[in-house]
């Protein structure tokens, strides 16, 4: 960012930022949209420049990767990271102020669920990044890892050879901080070289991506000069099958008919080309009977739930919609609601911007017995007499809650709804961590976490829907992984 | 894709076309009082506000009908999981099914007498008086007709609410013309090797033949239908290419304006340049706009159609009430009627029967409207410019979470 008024750099004249200009080293088209009250001014890619910008990145890549090493890489990473970890920082603060004015999300969410990634990945132990997977692709029993277990799923096939890609892109969606940025890990080098990567901003008010990369300019100058990163409109066909062609791997997220549309294009224009699909996704909750029976327990299954169905209110792939209670789901469903009413009055509002979806979405109910919503459609709980899996009619805070006789049979229901799973919030006694790992694991999900843990996930060692991707783009695997994040409960009770 | 009519069965609906206010008093009352009785949601809504049943028609009787409890449009819609709250499916009836713009459909149920009122009211809304030719821009009777079987649900039928448009419009014009058809030969191929039907759209020459030999004749012509499908002929055809003056109708349904209509996506449509072009194309003088071009506003939560002519003042459809519904437009958050300015609309609509077969007399659609008049009541003469309520539903981008609306695309 190159601005006077940059509200991210400390010591900038005072008074109010009224433009903020985010800039890129290859891509000089710009588009500028106001946002919260703020003009921002974003690299464009445009498909006149693209194919030199395309071999520019391409080129200074393989210079860099070729001078640094990886774990200087990786210091320089480290350093960029530790930036975010420490939120009473003024600069912090002036990042989450902005994304809160731009995004409109709640700032403990920014802070928590957004920033709040980067801690775990900084005090991570170096030596034992990508050793949890390598292990998992030798066995099917459940590897142990620093934070909790990992299995794989399905069989290696020896015909998959190692490939080095020379250009990776991300076709990303959605706003939610934190991980839209931290993909670009994906491409950074293992053990050697590295492929460029393009970048595509999900919007012109995803702001984080860029505050990231423009810090990483500070941190890690070399490695931002093997990325390029700025908007187009998704399903620009000039700009799309430009990458597309160019691309030896492709990350994509989106709605499933976006991934789709760009996975038929990639592979028409690049047959060889490896693809990363992440559509959206649906999250679960399983509370087993000791959990919820307990009032100790469930206050603490509370405490934890309505995190991680508030974060972002809602509208990521891990927020939990779908809540099977063994036991009393009912008296369940009525604390739920107390609670994440508290949680939004206390510390999490709903982004202004969305509060009309709770608004109507309590009208509709308002007639209906089985749906109970707070005083001020800050969330609703629907209360199902019958285990099913719901797929949610608005992206909110908003969630059913059903019983869920036993994990076989939450896992059984969970298998028909294999494309929406990402994470399942478990709530069950130490025995049966391992065991809910393989059952829903087996039925599709690939992170199983504690209460409050759901944004939360270490992408060190969990995957991300089934996959670890800077592996893939590498050496494109068949099966797929699932891990928890925890081994037993004291890890999170303490 | 012609169709003649030669056996019109126009019964005059049971209580529309000049509702008198007490009529329409005791239909709402008699529609109430069963709503009441028949839909625990209703009875619930109206506790959540405080009301009884006794203040509900202590509310009629004031004729203040914004005060009664309206159940939200989208309610209906399948994903809300309320449709048999919504709907009593103990007697005879259908579900009304709507195009599902959102991959999301509602589904109200609908008593074969209110079909009835329902279809016969397009044929007046549709249709237009001294005119017997007319081209639907729109799917043919077939094809709605496949997509309401395939709509069934619970063990009921369903008719999807632009079939009972198209029907109506067929009821009004001795000769109708669609624009939409299977392609029947191309289909038997298709089927053959397990591929889907195949779709046939008339040829814009072919249209234009229709026109030009009306046109010769002297014969006035209305045609209409849906926007997104009216366009592309419309682009075909150049300045001047017709010369209808007053014998030139034009109704449109279901707006579209926005660029989706069902399964169909294009460009948004910019209203007044739309309207211009085809007063330019078919020879329309702009003082005949404001007669000879109408929009018709509807839902398929309320039987309600209000018919609006182009407003070169407003640069846009000036929407009329009549007697037999009441519209108010209110304040998004707290529903009280407005008196000027925009807000959501709120429909009472009664059942002719005053026997309701879903709990949609009053409904408070999620669509924002201007006032143009009012009566001292709050209730609106008239209304303009009207789009969809932005805050209705969570935008797209924000994150990876699945929605229900997703499906249609998966």
């Known amino acids: 960012m190159s601005d006077p008024t940059d509200p991210v750099n400390p010591g900038t004249p005072a008074g109010p930022p009224t433009q903020i200009v985010f800039e890129d080293p290859y891509v000089q088209a710009t588009k500028t949209e106001t946002a919260g009250g703020l003009e921002l001014r974003f690299p464009l890619f445009d498909a006149a420049s693209l194919p030199d910008i395309i071999q520019g990145v391409c080129a200074r890549s393989r210079e860099v990767f070729a001078r640094l090493s990886p774990p200087e890489i990786q210091d320089a990473m480290s350093r960029l990271d530790g930036f975010f970890t420490d939120p009473t920082r003024p600069d912090i603060r002036a990042v989450i102020d902005l994304i809160h004015r731009i995004d409109g999300f709640s700032r403990y969410d920014i802070e928590r669920f957004g920033l709040g990634i980067f801690p775990p990945l900084v005090r991570y132990d170096r030596a034992l990044i990508g050793r949890f997977a390598k292990q998992a692709f030798g066995t099917r029993r459940p590897v142990e890892t620093a934070f909790g277990c990992l299995q794989r799923f399905g069989a290696n096939s020896p015909f998959v050879r190692r490939r080095e890609p020379g250009l990776l892109s991300h076709f990303t969606s959605g706003n939610v901080a934190g991980y839209s940025a931290i993909l670009t890990r994906i491409g950074l080098p293992v053990e050697s070289g590295g492929p460029a990567q393009i970048i595509k901003l999900p919007s012109t008010s995803a702001v984080f991506p860029m505050i990231y990369l423009s810090k990483m300019n500070e941190f890690a100058p070399l490695v931002r000069e093997t990325m390029a990163c700025g908007y187009w409109k998704g399903g620009d066909r000039a700009v799309e099958d430009i990458v597309l062609a160019n691309s030896d791997a492709v990350n994509i997220l989106g709605s499933e008919a976006t991934v789709q549309d760009v996975k038929k294009r990639a592979k028409r224009l690049r047959p060889r080309t490896v693809v990363l699909p992440h559509g959206h996704k649906v999250g679960v909750a399983y509370i087993s009977r000791s959990f919820a029976a307990s009032p100790e327990l469930r206050d603490r299954v509370l405490e934890g739930l309505v995190r991680d169905i508030s974060a972002f209110d809602g509208a990521a792939c891990y927020s939990t919609k779908n809540i099977y209670v063994q036991g009393d789901h009912v008296a369940f469903a009525e604390s739920l609601i107390e609670s994440l009413d508290r949680f939004a009055e206390t510390f999490s509002p709903v982004n202004p911007a969305i509060k009309a979806v709770g608004r109507n979405l309590r009208r509709v109910f308002l007639g209906s017995a089985n749906v109970l919503a707070s005083p001020n459609g800050s969330a609703l709980v629907r209360v199902s007499s019958r285990p099913e899996f719901w797929v949610p009619d608005e992206a909110y805070r908003y969630v059913q809650v059903m019983p869920g006789e036993s994990a076989e049979a939450v896992a059984a229901v969970l298998r028909t709804a294999r494309p929406f799973l990402q994470t399942v919030v478990a709530a069950v006694p130490d025995g049966e961590i391992l065991p809910v790992l393989q059952l829903f694991g087996k039925a599709g999900a690939s992170n199983i976490h504690h209460p409050g843990s759901a944004p939360l996930f270490n992408v060190y060692e969990e995957p991300h829907d089934g996959d670890f991707d800077f592996i893939k783009i590498r050496y494109p695997y068949r099966v797929r992984f699932a891990a928890t994040n925890f081994k037993r409960n004291a890890d999170w009770m303490r | ?410």
């Open chain 2, 1 to 410: 894709m012609n169709a003649s009519n030669s056996a019109k069965t126009l019964s005059p609906p049971d209580a529309t076309s000049a509702l008198s206010a007490p009529l329409f008093q005791d239909l709402v009352r008699s529609s109430i009082e069963y709503q009441w009785g028949r839909f625990a949601y209703y009875k619930q809504l109206c506790a959540s506000q405080g009301l009884a049943l006794a203040d509900l028609l202590a509310i009629i009787a004031d004729g203040a009908y914004h005060r009664l409890p309206s159940v939200a449009s989208s309610a209906f819609k399948l994903s809300k999981g309320l449709v048999e709250d919504l709907s009593d499916l103990s007697g005879p009836g259908v579900f009304q099914v709507s195009s599902s713009t959102s991959g999301d459909p509602s589904y109200v149920y609908t008593s074969p007498e209110e079909l009835e009122n329902i279809t016969h009211r397009y044929s007046e809304t549709f249709g237009a008086f001294g005119v017997s030719l007319g081209i639907a821009f729109a799917p043919s009777l077939r094809i709605l007709r496949a997509l309401s079987r395939k709509a069934a649900l619970k063990g009921k039928k369903a008719v999807l609410r632009m079939l009972l448009g198209l029907e109506g419009s067929y009821a009004h014009y001795e000769q109708t013309y669609v624009t939409v058809d299977v392609d029947v030969f191309r289909t038997a191929l298709n089927r053959a090797v397990g591929r889907p039907s195949a779709i046939r759209k008339m040829p814009a020459s072919a249209v234009a033949s229709i026109i030009r030999s009306a046109e010769e004749r002297g014969l006035p012509i209305s045609f209409g239908g849906l926007t997104l499908l009216f366009r592309p002929y419309l682009d075909e055809f150049r300045e001047g290419e017709f010369h209808l003056h007053d014998k030139g109708h034009v109704t449109f349904g279901g707006g579209g304006y926005s660029g989706a209509k069902g399964s169909i996506r294009a460009e948004k449509i910019d209203k007044p340049a739309f309207i211009a072009r085809i007063g330019s194309v078919f020879g329309i003088d702009a003082s005949l706009w404001s007669t000879n071009i109408k929009d018709i506003y509807s839902f398929t939560e309320t039987s309600a159609q209000i018919e609006g002519f182009w407003s070169r003042d407003l640069n846009d459809f000036l929407f009329r009430v009549t007697p037999e519904y009441r519209l108010y437009i209110v304040d998004p958050e707290t529903e009280a009627p407005l008196r000027a300015g925009r807000g959501l609309i709120k429909v009472i609509a009664p059942y002719g029967s005053g026997r309701p077969t879903a709990a949609n007399t009053s409904v408070l659609q999620f669509d924002m409207a201007e006032i143009v008049s009012v009566q001292s009541d709050g209730c609106v003469e008239s209304f303009t410019h009207v789009s969809r309520f932005e805050g209705a539903e969570a935008p797209g981008t924000v994150g990876c979470a699945f929605k229900a609306a997703e499906i249609a695309g998966v």
